[in-house]
Each structure stands twice: as structure tokens, then as C-alpha cells.
């Protein structure tokens, strides 16, 4: 009986093996990925042999040859004698600058007019209104040409520069502002700035929780203020100021001296982050409408004032909407950060697919090098937003 | 994206060509018609497009020649206008048959980049331009200064060197076109403009106020700037190099755009050589006969080539110098024709 059975079984299952869905799927997958690696090999191997006929020189070697041009805005030492991996190295670090930098401008900008456009305050709302459809109507590199050639080079020369009480100078070669220079003890001032955080950190949590127990929290911000200015400033002023400054001075063409904010960076910045606040402000905009009135309606009845009704209440549920279309235009952001190469900013594309790559002639290698960087940074900006978006999702209950 | 477009083609062109099953380039441009010549984005002298879109200058002039001796019509030919970054890789990636785009001569593009130089067109070197109010007369008085220049460019690496070897700071501000390079010195951006010395001259034209900038005498690099075809293809390297020899010696004898009929009844044999009416030199390029004479025909020998565009009586002024023909003291020396 049981023998019967089986053979049964198995040649049922033997009729149906081409119509089994199973199967087909496993077996049309298998075939496309068997596909897709031979079209890459045969890709790969023609390439090689094509450039290999034309003596076009090919392989990763060439990192670590001596790059020999200079970079004008460097976040890591680099000079003329470093090597294209070095050169690699510092676009990557002032793509990511931009990035960074332009993302928190862009959020800030983009939150107030966002919330700007819902005021009851005709002009604030009209003014928001304005500023959103023409920025986000023109072309980012417009923009980025606007704020470079109109406005930046329009500063005086380093001579005339505009000077705030003789110790930050404005001029078309950037903004000069003193560099900090560390003494001996400025480790403990880091260390207590350190700690305050972390005592901010801490504390909240505690009150936090005993605001749920009890309804009565700390004044947070206060104490958060005192901790994290204040600690590192008794410190400081017990290490005897090991803080100095050097002052930018004019000598010869430019100053020396100083830190300056070369004015490439300050027009790709500015450009980026207000053409990306102008998304963010309409994505803020329909998350806050998203959120219907009865919820505010709910939170003033129980006596919560209008500031905490639109922190604890509004925002916290238009997150959930905002959130997503967020992380779109950070990535925007990101990937148009390499529109830097028309104002001569020396960002990832400028420094490696550009200089780099005409020295050396590898084109294949560096663009596949520039976008694999790209796609990490854009993967990278995307779990981190998806891993918040996750946290702040409406809770079941 | 232009770029990303070249490369993409390049990958393409590489990865998807069976090796070697390539037809022969002369036949390939004989059969389109035409010849696709990269130039600059615009560079007086050297390659402009006037205002009915008319593309001038001696880059252009050379690949008319070129032009000429295959189709006897210097108007087959079509213009890529290429910045510096992007000219090796549409070269590489068969966007174009010829580069004629001020190229420096330098051994990693004539080795690792897969190019071959034909020959120097015009002998230049890397100079310096400067306000005339900032007060400085040598290139050593630049400590300091902010230079503007183009990215992509062997003049990026000389700018280097030279700061470096004489204990000097700088800061670099590197822009993708030209045109960018000059807007944004224009615009005080920078105190110091660097390009071959043949650039400078025509930079110059496009400030607000050329007269307001001078040149510094210092010369700190060599760059012979001449056309370069692609690896792979010895007769249509040949035919190029021939094109730029022939323009040599049709000045070194004489022979002109205005007497090249008459010269034909010539009974020098170097002449006749030249002129096809001697020898069959022409068919062993793959070209007629009289390639020369209709070089000659349509776009007249070096010498009228130099003064037509970048000579004493154009508005960039540049002196033969060292490119005087070599029996004048200058560099340019034509291979024989036998």
C-alpha cells in the first residue's frame, strides 16, 4: 500500500514538474543569472582584449602612482607628491562635506517653510510660497552659477576685503576666519564636552520617563545648555584658556594664515541646500497636512499648549510621511553635489573622474570606481534614513 | 554627462567589438564621407566657430588638409568640440577620426593612452597672465598667488612643478572648459591665468579689458601641440603625419596656394614629387596621386596656414619664432617626400 501510494505521488508529481510554478520560477532565474554572468564575462574579456590590442594601459595599479597636480580645498594632508589613490581620497572627502553640510542646511531651511507655508501669517506665508516655486524651478546648475558668478565674484579682492571686527575677512577668494590652535590641556576641555553630552544624554532619558510615571519632567534644555556649554567652559577656564587663535593676515597676493572657506564651496552649498529645501518644504508641507485636524483638535482639548501640541503631537505622525520623500532628495542632494566640476569645486567627479582620470586614460576603471562610490554613499544615506523611518513608524497597540 | 556618454560609448566600443575584425580607418571614412575632427570648445587661433557656426583656426585648417587629400573638398569634415578632460576618450572610444585640439605631446598619451602624435603643428610653452596693477614682472613673484586653469591639461602638472621646484605656495582653482577658466579670472577670482603661451594670446581677447593684462616672460614647460589618431591603424597614422609633412615642404619649396597651378609645369623634382606628377606616392597611402596639390589647392602650405590664423597680422599676434621652418631657424622640418 505504502509502495502504491508513493509511486503514485511520484508520477503525479512527475506530470506537473514543467507546470509546477516552483520550479519554473527556480529554473527562469537560474537561466537569467546564467545569462547575465556570461554577458558580463564576455563584456569583461572583450574589453580587455580590445584595450589590451590598442595598448591602452588597463589594471588598478595606477593608484599609486604620484598624482602631481594640486587640489585647492584638502580636508586630509595632500600634496603635489601624493599618489591618485590619495587624490581619490580627498574628492571623496569634499564630496561628502557638501553632502553632509548641504543635507543639514537643506533640512533646516526646508522645516521652517515648510511649516511657513501652513502660517496663518499672511506674509510668512506668501514669502514661503515664493520662495519654494522659484527655487525649485530653475535648474541646480543655474543656481550654482548664480550664487558663484553673481554673487561670490562680485566681493571685493582680498585688498578691499570686507572685514567683521578685523578678524573675519570676506572677499572673492572666501571667507577667512582665525584658526583655532590647541595648547596643552585642551584634551580635558574636549573630554568635559564629551561628558556633557553624554550627561545630557542620560538625564533626558531619566526624565523622560519619569514625566511618563509622573507628569512633571526636568527643563531639559536648560540643563542640556549648562552641561554641554557650560562644563567644558569652567574647564577651560580652570586649564588657564589653552585656546589660541592665528589671525589671518594679508601677505603678498592672498592671506596667510587662517582657516578660509573657499568660495567654491560656499556657492555649491548654498545652491544645493535652498534648491533642495524648496522638495523638502513641500514634502514637510503635505506630512503636517497628512495629519488630520481632529488630532490637533484632541491635544488642545486636554489642555496642551499650541508648541508641545505641534512637537509631541503633529510632527511625530508627519514624520511618517515626510520620511520617505526625504531620503529621495537627501540622495538628490548627494548625486548633485558632482554638478561642483562647472564652478571648479574639486568634489569626487572634478579631482578623479576628471584630472585623474585624463592623466592616467583609465576611463573604464575610474568611472566604475566613481559610481561604485556613489552607489555606496547613496546606499549607505538610504539605510540610515530607512533604519529612522523604521523607529519613528506608528506603533500598533 | 557628455562624459559619462563617451565612457559608456568607450565600454561599449571595447567590450562589445569583436577584437580586431575592424574595418581599415581610411575605408571607413571613405565610405561616411567625411572625417570627424575633435577640437577645442573654442580657442582663437587655433579652433573657433565664427558666428555663422564657420569653425576657423589652424587645428581646423589642419584637418581640411587632411580632408582635402582624401576627398578633395576641405569641406568634409565635421567638428567635435571637446573640452580638455573629455578629447582622450573620444579619440579612444572612435567619437572621432582625428584630435587636432592643441594636445601637448607627452609620453603617457602617445603610450598608456593609446595615441599617436602625427607631428608639432605649433611649438608652444606654458606661460603666465597677470593684472597689470598688481605690479609683477617674473613668474618667481607669484608666491601665493590663486591660478586659475583648466582641468584635464598637462599645464595643471607643469603649474605644479614649477611652484614646487622653486619653494613656492599657490592655490589651484581647476575648471572644466576654458571658457569657465577665463569668466572666473576675469572676475578676480584668481590672480593668475595659466595656458600655453599661444592660449594666453587668445584668452586675452576675450577679457573685459585685454589691455589691462600682461604675459610674464617666463616660459616653464615644453608643449609641442600637434594632432594625434588612435592606436591600431598604421596607414591612417601615416596619411595624417604625410598631410602635416607635405604642408612643410610645399612652404620649404615654394609652393603656394596662389602658384600651386603653376608649379604643377615645375621641373624641380622635389616639386614634382610633391605635386604627384613624379612617383606614385599618393597610392601608397591609399590616397590619388596629387593628395598634395590639393592640400596645397585648398588650404595652402604651413607657412600660410600659421599667418592666415595665429601669424603677425591676426589679432593674436605670434611672432614664427621657433616655428620658423629649419633651414629659418626654426623647429618645423619636413620629412622628404622620395
Given at each position: 500500500m505504502a509502495e502504491l501510494a508513493g509511486t503514485e505521488r511520484g508520477a503525479r508529481s512527475g506530470t506537473s514538474f514543467i507546470n509546477d510554478p516552483k520550479v519554473r520560477s527556480i529554473v527562469l532565474q537560474v537561466v537569467a543569472l546564467v545569462l547575465v554572468v556570461v554577458l558580463g564575462w564576455m563584456f569583461i574579456g572583450n574589453a580587455r582584449e580590445n584595450l589590451a590590442a590598442q595598448k591602452i594601459a588597463t589594471g588598478f595599479g595606477f593608484l599609486d602612482n604620484t598624482a602631481g597636480f594640486g587640489i585647492s580645498q584638502t580636508l586630509i594632508p595632500y600634496s603635489e607628491t601624493s599618489t591618485y589613490g590619495r587624490a581619490f581620497l580627498v574628492?571623496?572627502?569634499?564630496?561628502?562635506?557638501?553632502?553632509?553640510?548641504?543635507?543639514?542646511?537643506?533640512?533646516?531651511?526646508?522645516?521652517?517653510?515648510?511649516?511657513?507655508?501652513?502660517?496663518?501669517?499672511?506674509?510668512?506665508?506668501?514669502?514661503?510660497?515664493?520662495?519654494?516655486?522659484?527655487?525649485?524651478?530653475?535648474?541646480?546648475?543655474?543656481?550654482?552659477?548664480?550664487?558663484?558668478?553673481?554673487v561670490l565674484s562680485a566681493l571685493p579682492g582680498p585688498r578691499q576685503s570686507?572685514?567683521?571686527?578685523?578678524?573675519?575677512?570676506?572677499?572673492?577668494?572666501?571667507?577667512?576666519?582665525?584658526?583655532?590652535?590647541?595648547?596643552?590641556?585642551?584634551?580635558?576641555?574636549?573630554?568635559?564636552?564629551?561628558?556633557?553630552?553624554?550627561?545630557?544624554?542620560?538625564?533626558?532619558?531619566?526624565?523622560?520617563?519619569?514625566?511618563?510615571?509622573?507628569g512633571r519632567g526636568l527643563p531639559m534644555l536648560w540643563i542640556g545648555l549648562g552641561l554641554v556649554i557650560g562644563l567644558p567652559l569652567i574647564v577651560m577656564i580652570a586649564a588657564g584658556f589653552p585656546l589660541t587663535f592665528e589671525r589671518p593676515e594679508l601677505k603678498g597676493f592672498n592671506f596667510a594664515g587662517g582657516t578660509r572657506v573657499i568660495p567654491e564651496f560656499v556657492a555649491l552649498t548654498l545652491a544645493l541646500s535652498t534648491y533642495t529645501a524648496a522638495f523638502i518644504a513641500e514634502n514637510v508641507r503635505s506630512g503636517i497636512q497628512s495629519v488630520s485636524k481632529g488630532q490637533t483638535e484632541a491635544a488642545y482639548s486636554l489642555g496642551l499648549k499650541?508648541?508641545?501640541?505641534?512637537?509631541?503631537?503633529?510632527?511625530?505622525?508627519?514624520?511618517?510621511?515626510?520620511?520617505?520623500?526625504?531620503?529621495?532628495?537627501?540622495?538628490?542632494?548627494?548625486?548633485?553635489?558632482?554638478?561642483?566640476?562647472?564652478?571648479?569645486?574639486?568634489?569626487?567627479?572634478?579631482?578623479?573622474?576628471?584630472?585623474?582620470?585624463?592623466?592616467?586614460?583609465?576611463?573604464?576603471?575610474?568611472?566604475?570606481?566613481?559610481?561604485?562610490?556613489?552607489?555606496?554613499?547613496?546606499?549607505?544615506?538610504?539605510?540610515?534614513?530607512?533604519?529612522?523611518?523604521?523607529?519613528?513608524?506608528?506603533v500598533e497597540r | 554627462m557628455k562624459r559619462l556618454l563617451s565612457t559608456l560609448?568607450?565600454?561599449?566600443?571595447?567590450?562589445?567589438?569583436?577584437?580586431?575584425?575592424?574595418?581599415?580607418?581610411?575605408?571607413?571614412?571613405?565610405?561616411?564621407?567625411?572625417?570627424?575632427?575633435?577640437?577645442?570648445?573654442?580657442?582663437?587661433?587655433?579652433?573657433?566657430?565664427?558666428?555663422?557656426?564657420?569653425?576657423?583656426?589652424?587645428?581646423?585648417?589642419?584637418?581640411?588638409?587632411?580632408?582635402?587629400?582624401?576627398?578633395?573638398?576641405?569641406?568634409?569634415?565635421?567638428?567635435?568640440?571637446?573640452?580638455?578632460?573629455?578629447?582622450?576618450?573620444?579619440?579612444?572610444?572612435?567619437?572621432?577620426?582625428?584630435?587636432?585640439?592643441?594636445?601637448?605631446?607627452?609620453?603617457?598619451?602617445d603610450t598608456s593612452l593609446g595615441l599617436n602624435f602625427a607631428g608639432v603643428i605649433y611649438y608652444d610653452g606654458q606661460g603666465f597672465m597677470i593684472r597689470k596693477d598688481k605690479k609683477v614682472n617674473?613668474?618667481?613673484?607669484?608666491?601665493?598667488?590663486?591660478?586659475?586653469?583648466?582641468?584635464?591639461?598637462?599645464?595643471?602638472?607643469?603649474?605644479?612643478?614649477?611652484?614646487?621646484?622653486?619653494?613656492?605656495?599657490?592655490?589651484?582653482?581647476?575648471?572644466?572648459?576654458?571658457?569657465?577658466?577665463?569668466?572666473?579670472?576675469?572676475?578676480?577670482?584668481?590672480d593668475v591665468l595659466t595656458t600655453d603661451r599661444s592660449g594666453l594670446a587668445g584668452e586675452r581677447l576675450k577679457l573685459t579689458n585685454p589691455?589691462?593684462?600682461?604675459?610674464?616672460?617666463?616660459?616653464?614647460?615644453?608643449?609641442p601641440l600637434g594632432p594625434a589618431v588612435s592606436h591600431g591603424d598604421d596607414q591612417w597614422f601615416d596619411i595624417v603625419k604625410w598631410v602635416y609633412f607635405a604642408q612643410l615642404n610645399a612652404e620649404e619649396l615654394g609652393v603656394n596656394q596662389k602658384n600651386v597651378e603653376e608649379q604643377l609645369k615645375s621641373a624641380n623634382p622635389e616639386v614634382k614629387r610633391l605635386l604627384g606628377t613624379e612617383g606614385k606616392f599618393g597610392e601608397?597611402?591609399?590616397?590619388?596621386?596629387?593628395?598634395?596639390?590639393?592640400?596645397?589647392?585648398?588650404?595652402?602650405?604651413?607657412?600660410?596656414?600659421?599667418?592666415?590664423?595665429?601669424?603677425?597680422?591676426?589679432?593674436?599676434?605670434?611672432?614664427?619664432?621657433?616655428?620658423?621652418?629649419?633651414?629659418?631657424?626654426g623647429l618645423q622640418y619636413g620629412m622628404p617626400i622620395r
Open positions: 574628492g571623496l572627502l569634499n564630496t561628502i562635506l557638501v553632502a553632509v553640510v548641504g543635507i543639514i542646511v537643506a533640512t533646516i531651511i526646508g522645516f521652517l517653510v515648510g511649516i511657513g507655508r501652513l502660517s496663518k501669517n499672511f506674509v510668512v506665508r506668501l514669502l514661503s510660497t515664493t520662495y519654494v516655486e522659484v527655487l525649485r524651478n530653475l535648474p541646480p546648475l543655474f543656481q550654482i552659477l548664480f550664487w558663484y558668478l553673481a570686507i572685514s567683521l571686527f578685523g578678524e573675519v575677512f570676506l572677499s572673492n577668494r572666501g571667507i577667512i576666519i582665525p584658526r583655532p590652535i590647541f595648547g596643552e590641556g585642551s584634551g580635558t576641555v574636549l573630554l568635559a564636552f564629551g561628558a556633557g553630552i553624554l550627561l545630557t544624554v542620560l538625564l533626558s532619558s531619566w526624565s523622560n520617563a519619569r514625566r511618563e510615571e509622573t499650541p508648541s508641545l501640541t505641534l512637537r509631541l503631537v503633529v510632527i511625530p505622525q508627519a514624520l511618517r510621511v515626510i520620511i520617505p520623500p526625504l531620503t529621495n532628495q537627501y540622495l538628490n542632494l548627494t548625486k548633485n553635489s558632482s554638478l561642483a566640476v562647472g564652478i571648479g569645486y574639486p568634489d569626487l567627479v572634478a579631482v578623479f573622474a576628471g584630472t585623474s582620470l585624463n592623466q592616467t586614460g583609465q576611463a573604464i576603471e575610474i568611472i566604475a570606481i566613481t559610481m561604485g562610490v556613489y552607489l555606496l554613499l547613496s546606499i549607505i544615506t538610504s539605510t540610515i534614513m530607512n533604519a529612522y523611518n523604521r523607529r519613528i513608524a506608528l | 560609448a568607450l565600454c561599449g566600443a571595447f567590450g562589445l567589438a569583436a577584437a580586431g575584425a575592424q574595418a581599415a580607418k581610411l575605408d571607413q571614412i571613405k565610405s561616411k564621407g567625411f572625417i570627424q575632427c575633435g577640437v577645442s570648445q573654442g580657442l582663437p587661433g587655433f579652433s573657433t566657430p565664427d558666428d555663422k557656426g564657420n569653425w576657423t583656426g589652424i587645428d581646423v585648417d589642419f584637418c581640411r588638409a587632411v580632408a582635402s587629400a582624401i576627398f578633395d573638398d576641405p569641406t568634409k569634415v565635421k567638428f567635435t568640440p571637446l573640452s580638455a578632460k573629455d578629447r582622450f576618450t573620444a579619440l579612444q572610444s572612435g567619437d572621432i577620426d582625428i584630435l587636432s585640439r592643441n594636445t601637448t605631446w607627452t609620453i603617457s598619451r617674473s613668474a618667481m613673484e607669484l608666491s601665493g598667488a590663486s591660478v586659475c586653469t583648466q582641468t584635464g591639461t598637462t599645464t595643471e602638472q607643469n603649474l605644479a612643478d614649477f611652484f614646487r621646484a622653486n619653494n613656492m605656495t599657490y592655490e589651484v582653482i581647476a575648471f572644466a572648459t576654458n571658457d569657465e577658466v577665463v569668466k572666473a579670472y576675469d572676475a578676480g577670482r584668481c589691455d589691462d593684462h600682461i604675459v610674464l616672460p617666463e616660459i616653464i614647460s615644453k608643449e601608397g597611402m591609399g590616397l590619388t596621386n596629387d593628395w598634395a596639390y590639393r592640400i596645397v589647392k585648398h588650404v595652402g602650405n604651413y607657412g600660410e596656414m600659421y599667418d592666415r590664423n595665429v601669424g603677425p597680422d591676426t589679432p593674436l599676434k605670434l611672432a614664427r619664432g621657433v616655428n620658423a621652418l629649419w633651414n629659418k631657424g
